[in-house]
């Protein structure tokens, strides 16, 4: 069964850092895209970065510039390094896999974690 975990989240203030982590467990097989969202209080959620089982990256404009996605294939872990973090990247940010491959692969839904918490504070 697949899992996804996200860990990282706390309170900064503004002009700090952050590295949010994406643990995915049970693919044993696939091969999956990554893609953090974020969902701030009364908003929808929103991707902010992607990193596709090929490895290539695309951002939101939003964060273009100070954040980083990349992924460790040993540890099965995405990482989102956060720089200079504003006030308005205060949500709750979350991890999706969508699976590639082989029939089976592709039938799997995608698979979202539990979110982590992200509070700049200016």
Do not use: H
């Amino acid at each position: 069964q697949v899992q996804v975990v996200e860990s990282g989240g706390g309170s900064v203030q503004a002009g700090g850092s952050l590295r949010l982590s994406c643990v995915v467990s049970g693919y044993d097989y696939c091969t999956y895209d990554t893609r953090w969202y974020r969902q701030g209080p009364g908003q929808e959620r929103d991707g902010v970065a992607t990193i596709s089982r090929r490895g290539r990256t695309d951002y939101s404009n939003a964060v273009q510039g100070r954040f980083t996605i990349s992924r460790d294939n040993v540890k099965n872990t995405v990482y989102l390094q956060m720089n200079t973090l504003k006030p308005e990247d205060t949500a709750m940010y979350y991890c999706k896999t969508s699976s590639y491959g082989s029939d089976y692969c592709r039938a799997l839904p995608d698979y979202w974690g539990q979110g982590t918490q992200v509070t700049v504070s200016s």
